[in-house]
């Protein structure tokens, strides 16, 4: 059993930056790689970023490459999404989600076990 709690969504302005963080307890942490999804307003859910367990390689969705940076603090048991340069369509429910060993980055999103998620509104 693994329980994620995601937090620093908000609502910001269109170029603002946020900082959400997913705090991870349970399990050791350091076995999963981890990873970030969203959903907006009537869409389907879809891949954000990975990062494996040991921070060492991160992956990212085209429409967010250049802008959001995953990172991970073992020690911490925390995850973090920083997002830079947000846009209007960048507004969705963010989710974190854990994977023993890898990330899911293509449907179905079959991970072990997900966060409740946190809302980024961006306003244009």
């Known amino acids: 059993q693994v329980q994620l709690v995601e937090s620093g969504g908000g609502l910001v302005q269109a170029g603002g930056s946020l900082r959400l963080s997913c705090a991870a307890s349970?399990?050791?942490?350091?076995?999963?790689?981890m990873g970030w999804f969203r959903q907006a307003p009537g869409k389907e859910r879809e891949f954000v970023a990975a990062?494996?367990?040991?921070?060492?390689?991160?992956y990212y969705a085209d429409s967010v490459k250049g802008r959001f940076t995953i990172s991970r603090d073992n020690a911490k048991n925390t995850v973090y999404l920083q997002t830079n340069s947000l846009k209007p369509e960048d507004t969705a429910v963010y989710y974190c989600?854990?994977?023993?060993?890898?990330?899911?980055?293509?449907?179905?999103?079959?991970?072990?076990?997900w966060g409740q998620g946190t809302q980024v509104t961006v306003s244009s």
């Open positions: 990062i494996s367990w040991s921070g060492g390689s991160t």
């Open positions: 349970g399990r050791t942490f350091s076995s999963y790689a």
């Open positions: 989600a854990a994977g023993f060993n890898t990330i899911a980055t293509e449907p179905p999103y079959a991970n072990d076990y």
